[in-house]
């Protein structure tokens, strides 16, 4: 047997990720729910938030400080409440926990498990085919003007926490209190 990812699978039985879909291309599925849009990985089965550009809760220019009351995931440092001049006064305090709770009572695209993707989860959207955007264009109303949100602290520095850039598909941590865009997730069942 030839000593290869397949075949250590098969042998070992273990049907990870990476052994079952690797070199498989990007793809997308548009998904409309009760006039919400959103988007289908078809990779990796998340569904995506699709931002808007109407000045409501979802609109693309909104920014947002990194925030999260909970000792167990926020690394030890909570980050910033933020006020609410930042995302066009849709909420009272302009960050990422308030936003994610707003998406989730509103239940966008018919769901309310809505959450903040993870360091890696962000970085599976990155297309390093391209550049400026690095970002398929099924993602519409995206701004390259500032980097998105993870749900991921910094390691090295809890104050931080890692956020993507699509315009070159860079991914670093930023203090708590910076003002970023959000791009929300959901896994799908």
């Keep these: ?23 498989r291309k990007m793809g997308y599925e548009q998904l409309s729910v009760n006039n919400d849009h959103c988007i289908r990985d078809q990779v990796t089965g998340l569904v995506w938030e699709q931002k808007t550009a109407d000045g409501k809760l979802r609109d693309r220019d909104w920014r947002y400080a990194w925030f999260n009351a909970d000792a167990k995931t926020n690394g030890g440092q909570a980050g910033s409440q933020a006020s609410a001049s930042t995302c066009g ?6 960050n990422t926990t308030a936003y994610i709770e707003a998406l989730n009572k509103n239940k966008y695209c018919g769901y309310s498990d809505w959450r903040l993707p993870t360091r ?3 970085a599976n959207l990155v297309d390093y085919s391209s550049s400026q955007p690095a970002l398929n ?4 109303n995206t701004p390259f003007t500032d980097a ?6 910094s390691a090295k520095q809890n104050s931080k926490a890692w956020m993507a850039d699509f315009k070159d598909g860079a991914l670093s941590p930023n203090f708590k209190e910076y003002m970023g865009h ?5 896994t799908a069942q």
Excluded at 89 to 94: K, Q
């Design 1 to 23: 047997m030839l000593c290869n990812a397949a075949n250590l699978a098969e042998l070992l039985g273990l049907g990870q990720d990476g052994e079952k879909q690797t070199g």
């Design 89 to 94: 006064s849709t909420l009272a305090s302009c």
């Design 120 to 122: 890696a989860e962000l």
């Design 137 to 140: 264009a099924v993602f519409i």
């Design 148 to 153: 998105y949100w993870s749900s991921t602290t």
């Design 182 to 186: 959000i791009r929300a997730v959901r």
